[in-house]
């Protein structure tokens, strides 16, 4: 499983007409990808659905760029492999 491509599955499911060539991991969500606040709840819910985890609002706080998602979403996989 690759956390960068189910995060960028997420984000196209949230943004639907955004294109695929702009999400990389240094993208800044606010200001490359135009994915507000409400849009970054959206992205975690379908990261949920789609890794059965829990991410928290607090987990999200601080979250600026693509890569910050992806090193979540890995920290919180190893935690439930663990």
């Known amino acids: ?3 960068f491509e189910e995060v960028k599955k997420a984000i196209c499911k949230v943004q639907p ?3 695929e060539s ?3 991991p240094g993208a800044l969500l606010k200001e490359d990808l135009d994915i507000d606040s409400l849009d970054l709840v959206e992205v975690a819910l379908a990261l949920e659905d789609a890794l059965g985890l829990s991410l928290p609002e607090d ?3 601080g979250i ?3 890569s910050d998602i992806v090193s979540l979403i890995e920290s919180k996989l190893k935690v ?3």
Do not use: P
Request: hydrophobic share 45%.
């Open 22 to 24: 702009k999400i990389v």
């Open 59 to 61: 987990d999200m706080d």
């Open 1 to 3: 499983m690759n956390a």
């Open 80 to 82: 439930k492999s663990a």
């Open 17 to 19: 007409g955004l294109e």
């Open 64 to 66: 600026e760029k693509i």
